[in-house]
């Protein structure tokens, strides 16, 4: 057969195979059902308030000496009022009681810590470590992430520049701990002197000792494990920068973010995020501050503080600001800044105590729309005398920072435009909203230039007042607040979830529940069948007298009368139970002295199933098979997997950090030399392990006459006719006959399923080692010579690539089961064919027939996957990146 024959019979039964949608038993045909059952509730998401997932394009609720239960008890509303995080105070071990202490006495004991553990005594007034947990607990629920304040760079004293006899002792009485403690910075344009001498009289750790970092990475390890999403670090600027300055440099930042990092990543499947306070300079120039930005988010108080002043005085033209700068000219990218209405220090040191809360809601209305930069709302009193754990519903409640915080939430991804006219700052976010501040009082009449606005009608999402823009002006009617939040606030829409959501089971029947949110009904359809309705928490069954292997695909939407969602599909696989999923590693090429394997799934934002804590479970050596084998437990048979020769290693590790784990999909599966992933049942034995029958056993349905595997019609060839025939079959297009039931199954397996089209498809081809039972015979007489496919296969196939992410150069690496060095890395180069009408070029191979798998890859790291393949075909990479670039075919 041809390249061009044989490529065009391959993509017509990867065509026709597009349609099949489940795998059905030879033997009987069964029909899925379905009972409704019991109805329950279903909680409320980030998602359902509108909730921004990264912290960076939110806003942050400073809850500045609440308790972790105080907080807990009001993080509906926090969610309500659309606040992404909340900050907590310090939590680590505190040097003093603040139990029944003041705000304005005993603040400061949480910013001058003992040790570097969760403070777990009955002293502290912000609660145990089990109260912080629960309330991490809470604020997932809502999708809210939760930032906490670390002190990394002091310890407690006993007086200015003593050392507090609380510290533990091991880090107390080692000298080599400490940078300085006696000494008190004073020249703040000095690198040296305001990372390694005294910030106010509070002991200056030498954070580039290990023991140190070890201690302060185990801290961290403790919050992440507790259900911490992020770090804002105290006196971030007094910590030194890998390149720093006058030689002040250590590696305590990349020791301690990229431990932290990888252990988020590894056991709960995220990034932190991560801010320092850099206040008024951090001295050094722009170099210095692209340093800290390298690393994290950093505090911008100059442009907060500045702000708030001119409002605060009536300016509406200094308080439209919209650079970063820091007293030095110094700035940090938008994307990079935090902004605040007030902090605790300007609170506590009275900057901003004076000032009024509508004050502090008008100068949110301008930090707290901004594009890029994160905003930072201080969570006030209800007066600083109050006690310590007190969480005071002020300010921060009101109608206009809700609208403020929906309003940023609503505009992620649009520009600005900030200006003023008069006495009214104004930031217009895109051309589709608009906020305003009335900077020297209240109710007020706008008639302002709209500079990007388009023309439409409005409403403030205060008031409710009709604002419109036309001829250049945006006009309207401020509110008493004087701010106004104009926009068309879009509600969220509907969306519907079943759960458990995909995955397998191994009952004769599996319970589903069906929700939804923010809508009034929903549907579920099974198989693709007629949509039916069903209320928020009803249940249904799935799976009785299916047979193993089976996968039933249910699929939901919802509505709320005007909107309806779209439908998202759920494929739930019926298991054998007596199967057993193994995960096998050839370490032949690898010489690992240890494998281990780390299996985990996200079951939903915020909880992480896993086999073990990183680095997973040591797989045992069997030297029979000379492979690696771990069992794989059944509640993770469609996880993701990693494999790494220990906790931290960084080379001997695959998928490499970063990347998402190789997919199980609820088979076994054997990881082999050039990263191939294949599945595999285990060694073939080389002796049955039953004795064989004398005579061969006969199908439950006797055939008619003499049957041919692979001859679905009957007609005494095997063509794609007999693929397409099984194709009908498994939708219900068709029903065969037992004769034919039993030519379809091409590997006796008793089911007829998508496999048996791929062996036909093999054996048209000619690759019969591939093709299961495709040309024998079963039941009458054996014809004289057995038929032989229709045409001979090719010896070449012909890749094709687009290269839609320009590379500069293109290899094809390819491989099989049984030959893993048909070429070296990176493969072969491609040449050069054509480009095509989007100006991207296209690049093609002819390799060896035999090759079952590719990786394109660019010869410098960037590579796709492993690519199964049948024959020629035409790719482009269609999304991914590092070494996990998928790819898609075209025509």
């Known amino acids: 057969m041809s390249k061009k024959i044989t490529s065009v019979v391959l993509v017509l039964c990867m065509m026709f195979s597009c349609i099949a949608v489940g795998s059905f038993a030879a033997e009987a045909r069964t029909t899925k059902s379905a009972e409704v059952s019991a109805i329950s509730t279903s909680e409320l998401t980030g998602e359902d308030y509108g909730l921004v997932d990264d912290v960076q394009q939110g806003q942050i609720l400073q809850c500045w000496n609440w308790s972790y239960n105080g907080i807990k008890s009001n993080m509906k509303k926090i969610a309500e009022q659309g606040f992404s995080a909340i900050q907590t105070s310090p939590i680590q071990t505190i040097k003093e009681t603040t139990q029944n202490r003041s705000f304005s006495g005993s603040w400061w004991v949480y910013y001058q810590p003992s040790n570097f553990k969760i403070d777990t005594s009955s002293q502290n007034a912000l609660g145990t470590k089990s109260d912080f947990k629960a309330m991490c607990d809470e604020a997932h629920k809502y999708g809210i992430k939760v930032i906490v304040d670390a002190v990394l760079n002091h310890m407690a004293n006993n007086g200015d520049n003593t050392l507090s006899p609380t510290i533990q002792d091991d880090i107390r009485n080692d000298s080599n701990c400490w940078h300085s403690i006696t000494v008190n910075t004073s020249n703040w344009n000095s690198r040296w002197d305001i990372t390694h001498n005294c910030m106010g009289g509070l002991p200056d750790l030498n954070t580039g000792n290990p023991k140190i970092q070890n201690y302060e990475k185990e801290f961290m390890k403790e919050c992440i ?16 920068l890998p390149n720093d300055q006058e030689n002040s440099s250590s590696n305590f930042w990349t020791v301690i973010l990229d431990y932290t990092t990888s252990y988020a990543k590894s056991t709960r499947g995220f990034t932190p995020y991560y801010y320092g306070e850099i206040l008024d300079k951090p001295a050094g120039g722009q170099s210095i501050v692209n340093g800290y930005t390298n690393l994290m988010s950093v505090t911008v108080n100059t442009v907060s503080n500045d702000i708030r002043n001119q409002v605060n005085s009536g300016n509406a033209n200094g308080a439209k600001r919209s650079d970063y700068n820091y007293e ?28 009024s809360d509508s004050t502090m809601n008008k100068t949110w209305a301008l930090v707290g729309s901004r594009a890029d930069a994160c905003g930072m709302y201080l969570a006030r009193p209800a007066n600083y005398s109050q006690q310590i754990g007190t969480a005071s519903v002020t300010a921060w409640a009101n109608d206009e920072v809700r609208a403020v915080n929906q309003f940023k939430n609503a505009m992620v991804g649009q520009t600005e435009y900030l200006s003023a006219e008069g006495s009214i700052a104004y930031n217009e976010r895109g051309t589709q909203g608009v906020v305003l501040v009335n900077c020297s009082g209240g109710s007020q009449s706008v008639n302002v230039t709209a500079h990007k606005m388009k023309n439409d009608t ?23 607040t004087g701010i106004a939040v104009v926009y068309k606030a879009q509600p969220v829409g509907p969306s519907a979830s079943v759960n458990p959501g995909s995955s397998s089971y191994k009952t004769d029947t599996l319970k589903l529940t069906l929700n939804y949110k923010n809508a009034t009904s929903g549907q579920y359809s099974i198989d693709g069948g007629a949509y039916t309705s069903y209320t928020d928490g009803q249940t249904i069954t799935i799976g009785s007298g299916l047979a193993y292997g089976t996968k039933t695909t249910v699929s939901v939407k919802a509505t709320d009368g005007s909107t309806t969602s779209d439908p998202v599909s759920y494929t739930y696989t019926k298991a054998d139970p007596s199967a057993v999923q193994m995960l096998y590693f050839d370490n032949s090429s690898y010489n690992w002295s240890t494998v281990n394997a780390y299996i985990y799934k996200a079951v939903d934002e915020d909880t992480l199933l896993e086999n073990a804590k990183w680095p997973g479970q040591e797989m045992k050596y069997n030297s029979s098979t000379k492979l690696y084998e771990l069992e794989v437990p059944e509640n993770l048979s469609d996880g993701l997997v990693m494999f790494t020769e220990s906790y931290s290693a960084t080379n001997n590790r695959y998928p490499v950090d970063g990347e998402d784990g190789l997919a199980l999909g609820g088979k076994s599966k054997l990881f082999k030399a050039n990263h191939a992933w294949v599945d595999y049942d285990g060694p073939t034995p080389t002796q049955p392990t039953t004795p064989q029958p004398t005579t061969t056993p006969q199908p439950t349905t006797a055939p008619h006459g003499r049957i041919l595997i692979g001859d679905t019609d009957l007609n005494g060839e095997i063509t794609i006719d007999d693929a397409t025939e099984i194709q009908r079959h498994i939708v219900d297009m068709i029903t065969l006959s037992s004769d034919a039931q039993l030519a379809a199954d091409t590997n006796n397996d008793k089911d007829i399923d998508i496999s048996d089209v791929t062996r036909i498809m093999f054996y048209i081809v000619g690759l019969t080692d591939r093709s299961g039972m495709c040309g024998q015979y079963i039941g009458g007489p054996e014809p004289t010579t057995a038929p032989q496919p229709t045409t001979v296969g090719s010896d070449k196939y012909t890749m094709t690539l687009t290269n839609n992410y320009n590379w500069d150069k293109v290899y094809c690496y390819y491989w099989s089961e049984g030959n893993t060095t048909m070429t070296s890395w990176p493969g072969e180069e491609m040449t050069y064919s054509s480009t095509n009408d989007l100006d991207q070029k296209v690049y093609t191979i002819e390799i060896t027939s035999s090759a079952e798998f590719v990786i394109f890859n660019n010869g410098l790291g960037t590579q796709t996957v492993d690519v199964s393949i049948t024959g020629s075909a035409k790719y482009y990479i269609s999304g991914g990146s590092g070494s996990s670039c998928q790819v898609k075919t075209w025509e």
């Not at 259900?227 to 007094?238: C, V």
């Not at 209405?341 to 004076?354: F, L, M, P, W």
């Open 458 to 480: 409005y409403k403030d999402a205060i008031t409710g007042n009709e604002f419109k823009v036309e001829g250049g002006k945006i006009k309207g009617q401020i509110g008493s």
């Open 328 to 355: 030095d000219n110094s700035h940090p990218a938008a994307n990079k800044a935090v902004l605040w209405n007030e902090s605790h220090d300007t609170y506590a040191d009275n900057k901003s105590r004076g000032q």
């Open 225 to 240: 494990d507790c259900g911490a999403d992020g770090f804002r670090f105290d006196g971030a600027k007094h910590l030194e």
